[in-house]
């Protein structure tokens, strides 16, 4: 029997939902359940320009009014799970006031991964959003 | 103290009440600036821009960052004490950090001198031995970190600075960028730190354009006023320009239809009773963040008190004083086509549309970064021309669906830069042609202007380009490189019968992107120049 991620997914969420397991022991999919998913990617992209493009650049690649020295998320090479913990955890700049703020708990999982299925339609030569295995370079 | 302007002391941010940046001082000139050297650097350990100008009072500088006052001694560059505030844990919301640690200056009054901390709290704090007196709150102008709280708003993040007038602080309240709460000038007696007045930027029920906003969209209609504004003493006016419109996406505030009057304006209060006296609307109902924050700067113009502002439009927007009346414009930017012109009135003609929600982005010019933006400005009464930190900045901006996160609107909008060179320019307002210009390789803006009556200009460009400049001509005539970028305009004053100027410095090399100077690394000094 062959459950895709974006079942699996699913089942997760209802397990949350009845109170079975509680968000913090959900396992994050090694990929986004949503990839490829115009629905999602469209929703993700609307979240993406509204919390995410006044630092990272509404093209993702880090050039904006704002953030200064945010990353190139074009290029990001993490995996999907790194994603997810980086965007949740938030990310600091040595030294600067600079830092990515924390989103858990302000982003639910859902929105999370609807705009890593937007920002997976922007990768260049170099991103990795399958598996976390990659150096960490951003 | 408050009304000599700038010459001994440099006592107002912006040097003098009318917001010039003009020092009467000519001891350093055009004939020697190029002996000026380094007489000492002053380390001010900032994690992020220093956006302010040092303040200077018989012998010491005064110099806030990261919610920290720096007393200086202007002789031999020792520190003689540190202030320090530190922000509440509960204080601020998602995009606090982005904000924090940044002010654009400091109010001198009597023997204090006067903080606003990043948490919307003023601080009087004695000249002598850096000892807070009182700190106040106000009501209302909280900025709590959890969302919950915040109910529809992060609140107010405060990154301007006070001014001083006579027993008066005039407290700008801003940050309105993160949630839209709008904007307030708030008058504080200088003793006892008692709220005495609050002005509204968006007008109230009763007030002229009150009806230029669907009803309750005022109260997240943004409208900060996010630089230190001028003062006339004798019309008894402060003026201030302010932010634009919240949401970015103006569907919530009449579609950009409806004027919004108090937003993206220019905006006169009455010190004495705390009413506005007038409010000009620069770009009504504006969808483009075209903002007008920068200093008005009061200056004579065919024998009368016109404000001149430059601003993020392209645009020199020219009032009188008295009265807001619009007078005339002068398009200083090299390209503009969000409008074809201003007209008599003052109201932009054939406003470039509003861009489908969602749909493609449009080129704009200039972009909402605007061909001048924070970087203050000056205006030299001697050679009538005014120095503008300039760029040539394009974009192509958005419309997006309104999201809200936690209880917080977000802006609706969306953009990306078209970089183009900073220009170091100076503008005649008589003529309303420019007189010269200085263009850079590398986007950017200069860090702010100085303008003296040795006929100099002074600025640190952004590649970190220290430069003194004939005033009237442009001519380099001096010029240092710092190795970090400016994010403000440098002061000057007397110290010991010697001329010296201090340039802050620290800040993101580039707007947005390192690798346009990637031989700049980020630094937190000041640093001070005189004759040898």
Redo the contacts between chains.
């Keep these: 029997m062959h459950f895709s991620g974006r079942a699996l997914y699913t089942v997760g969420l209802l397990l949350i939902a009845c109170g079975i397991v509680r968000a913090d022991d959900t396992a994050v999919p090694e990929t986004n359940p949503y990839s490829g998913d115009p629905k999602a990617i469209k929703e993700g992209k609307d979240w993406y320009n509204n919390a995410c493009h006044l630092c990272h650049g509404s093209r993702a690649n880090g050039e904006t009014a704002r953030g200064g020295r945010a990353a190139d998320l074009r290029v990001f090479n993490r995996g999907f799970r790194a994603y997810v913990e980086t965007v949740k955890k938030g990310r600091n700049t040595t030294g600067l006031a600079y830092a990515m703020p924390a989103w858990g708990g302000v982003l639910d999982d859902q929105t999370i991964y609807q705009i890593g299925a937007y920002l997976e339609t922007l990768a260049i030569d170099g991103a990795n959003w399958k598996e976390g295995k990659a150096p960490e370079t951003q | 103290m408050l009304d000599a302007g700038a010459a001994d002391n440099w006592v107002h941010t912006n040097g003098n009440y009318a917001g010039q940046r003009y020092s009467t001082l000519t001891q350093v000139n055009t004939g020697n600036a190029k002996n000026l050297r380094v007489a000492w650097i002053y380390a001010l350990g900032g994690?992020?821009d220093a956006m302010a100008t040092p303040s200077y009072f018989d012998g010491v500088i005064y110099m806030p960052q990261?919610n920290k006052v720096f007393a200086i001694d202007a002789q031999t560059g020792k520190g003689l004490w540190k202030y320090e505030h530190k922000l509440p844990d509960d204080w601020g919301g998602?995009?606090a950090?982005?904000m924090?640690?940044k002010h654009r200056g400091l109010a001198l009054h009597g023997d204090y001198v006067y903080l606003l901390s990043n948490d919307a709290k003023l601080h009087a704090i004695d000249m002598k031995t850096g000892k807070a007196k009182w700190v106040k709150g106000f009501e209302g102008f909280h900025a709590p970190r959890d969302?919950a709280k915040a109910k529809d708003s992060t609140g107010y993040l405060c990154t301007v600075g006070p001014m001083a007038i006579p027993g008066t602080i005039l407290v700008p309240m801003n940050g309105t960028d993160f949630g839209g709460r709008p904007g307030y000038v708030l008058g504080v007696d200088a003793e006892s730190g008692d709220l005495k007045w609050k002005a509204n930027m968006i007008p109230g029920p009763g007030e002229v354009g009150y009806d230029t906003w669907p009803e309750g969209s005022q109260e997240y209609g943004g409208a900060g006023p996010w630089i230190i504004g001028s003062y006339d003493p004798d019309l008894k006016l402060y003026f201030t320009g302010t932010a634009n419109a919240y949401e970015w996406n103006p569907k919530n505030r009449g579609g950009g239809k409806m004027d919004n009057l108090g937003a993206a304006s220019i905006v006169a209060v009455n010190t004495e009773t705390g009413k506005v006296a007038w409010r000009f609307g620069a770009v009504p109902g504006d969808y483009l963040d075209f903002d007008v924050p920068q200093t008005p700067i009061l200056i004579k113009l065919n024998g009368k008190t016109v404000i001149g502002q430059p601003n993020k439009t392209g645009f020199i927007h020219y009032l009188d004083a008295k009265t807001g009346k619009f007078l005339k414009a002068d398009k200083f930017a090299d390209k503009v086509n969000w409008t074809s012109g201003i007209d008599s009135n003052g109201r932009p003609m054939n406003v470039i549309d509003l861009p489908e929600e969602?749909g493609a982005?449009v080129e704009v010019w200039p972009g909402?970064?605007g061909t001048v933006n924070m970087y203050p400005n000056a205006y030299n009464p001697k050679t009538g021309l005014f120095y503008l930190s300039a760029s040539h900045y394009g974009m192509?901006y958005?419309i997006?669906?309104?999201?809200v996160?936690?209880n917080v609107r977000?802006?609706?909008?969306?953009?990306?830069?078209i970089n183009g060179p900073e220009i170091d320019q100076a503008w005649n307002p008589a003529s309303g042609k420019e007189a010269w210009r200085i263009k850079r390789d590398k986007p950017g803006y200069a860090g702010g202007m100085l303008t003296t009556a040795g006929n100099l200009t002074v600025f640190t460009t952004q590649g970190g380009l220290f430069q003194v400049v004939d005033a009237t001509t442009g001519k380099v005539l001096y010029g240092m490189e710092l190795g970090t970028a400016a994010k403000s305009g440098p002061s000057t004053f007397m110290v010991n019968g010697k001329q010296m100027i201090v340039q802050a410095v620290g800040g993101?090399p580039g707007?947005?992107?390192?690798d346009q100077y990637p031989g700049l690394n980020?630094g937190s000094m000041l640093i001070a120049f005189e004759l040898p």
């Design positions: 994690r992020t990261d998602q995009f950090d982005f924090a640690g969302y969602g982005k909402l970064l192509m958005g997006e669906p309104v999201k996160i936690s977000q802006l609706g909008a969306s953009w990306d830069n993101l707007f947005g992107r390192d980020f």
